[in-house]
């Protein structure tokens, strides 16, 4: 009489193999869902403190006056003016005419901007009219709770990010 072997898995197995992938997924979802929320803040950030940089550099290379205005709780806007007193829409792309508007993202909003008009405005030498500050709260506050970006007489950016006590 021939022996059969057993070839395959027991039910013990497959179920023990079951439970620890399930484990597994219930501790790495979250961490990338937060990871996944936290890169969209941090590039919704680089995207808007990149225009103010463009802006800046544009004022300079152009001899004239950039405005970075926050029209809306999402949408800010970008303006040019020879003198600082009339301003026109400005694309920072060259050949994309609806460039001067950008959105943050749905999870973002501008919550307190302390320039007059919500706007910063950069002179032909870089510095700035008025220095403040734009604060932007996301809808993860375990995350990343409040952006600040602030903007010195001098034209630098910083940008910090604060997190929910």
Not at 42 to 55: D, G, I, Q
Not at 108 to 123: G, L, N, P, S
Not at 133 to 145: G, H, L, S, V, Y
Request: proline letters at 3%; zero cysteines.
């Amino acid at each position: 009489m021939m022996k059969r072997s057993s070839r395959g898995f027991s039910l013990i197995e497959i179920l023990t193999v079951l439970a620890i992938i399930g484990i597994m997924s219930l501790i790495t979802v979250p961490l990338f869902m937060n990871y996944q929320r936290r890169n969209q803040v941090r590039s919704a950030l680089r995207e808007f403190t990149t225009t103010l940089r463009k802006a800046r550099s544009e004022a300079i290379g152009q001899q004239s006056f950039m405005r970075v205005q926050v029209i809306g709780g999402r949408e800010y806007q970008v303006f040019q003016s020879r003198d600082g007193s009339v301003w026109a829409t400005y694309s920072l792309a060259r050949g994309k005419t609806d460039f001067n508007r950008a959105w943050l993202p749905e999870t973002m909003e501008f919550t307190d901007v302390t320039f007059d008009d919500k706007a910063v405005d950069f002179r032909s030498d870089g510095t700035v009219v008025e220095p403040g500050t734009f604060k932007m709260k996301t809808d993860w506050p375990d995350i990343i709770n409040e952006v600040t970006v602030d903007v010195s007489a001098a034209g630098q950016i910083k940008s910090t990010e604060k997190k929910a006590p």
